[in-house]
T-cell receptor
């Protein structure tokens, strides 16, 4: 069974600071996804990481994947208030031959960035 | 217009009632999914479909059923709703193959009294 754990689950930080959200998963998966959810809204895709060592950046957010450690990180640089949201990581269970099914999500990290 | 739409957006029903949630997409994707979100628990996969003839159970399928009426339509039914099915339900779609982004609909907020 694939399990995904995020930490921290809640994070309050000040604008201008840097921080990292961690996402650990329990079994082999080469595909890791990061989503953002604003209150009362749907999920918005941020990053798709498909191989060991993958790194992707968009603005102040950078995501990486270490498949050997079964760890993905989402790093926030010089946080701004607009980045306040809940961030989810999700892993995709894969099978031999490349098959896959739906995503297994972490519980989410509720991020508040204060001016 | 939105690529993934869900109806209704909000629904209140009573215990024991049958209810259907509908999802339509204009992205041309073969794969469609139903998830539920409970506060503090992330999203959990209920059912997924890789094409019209391929439907699979997810991690929490008990009490739910689905129908893939066409490539663009995937509906979720609660045959006899119970209060612990109160949740936010999301439909999602993705292109064929692994490693493809799933695009989520706006969600349906369901309250079972």
């Amino acid at each position: 069974e694939l399990k995904v754990e995020q930490n921290p689950l809640f994070l309050s930080m000040q604008e201008g600071k840097n921080y990292t959200i961690y996402c650990n998963y329990s079994t082999t998966s080469d595909r890791l996804y990061w989503y953002r959810q604003d209150p009362g809204k749907s999920l918005e895709s941020l990053f798709v990481l498909l191989s060991n060592g993958a790194v992707k950046q968009e603005g102040r957010l950078m995501a990486s994947l270490d498949t050997k450690a079964r760890l993905s990180t989402l790093h926030i640089t010089a946080a701004v208030h607009d980045l306040s949201a809940t961030y989810f990581c999700a892993a995709e269970r894969t099978y031999s031959g490349g098959g896959a099914d739906g995503l297994t999500f972490g519980k989410g990290t509720h991020l508040i960035i204060q001016p | 217009d939105a690529d993934v739409t869900q109806t209704p957006r909000n629904r209140i029903t009573k215990t024991g009632k049958r209810i259907m949630l509908e999802c339509s997409q204009t992205k041309g994707h073969d794969r469609m999914y139903w998830y539920r979100q409970d506060p503090g628990l992330g999203l959990q996969l209920i059912y997924y479909s890789f094409d019209v003839k391929d439907i699979n159970k997810g991690e929490i399928s008990d009490g739910y059923s689905v129908s893939r009426q066409a490539q663009a339509k995937f509906s979720l039914s609660l045959e006899s709703a119970i209060p612990n099915q109160t949740a936010l339900y999301f439909c999602a779609t993705s292109d064929t193959g692994g490693g493809k982004t799933q695009y989520f609909g706006p969600g349906t907020r369901l309250l079972v009294l």
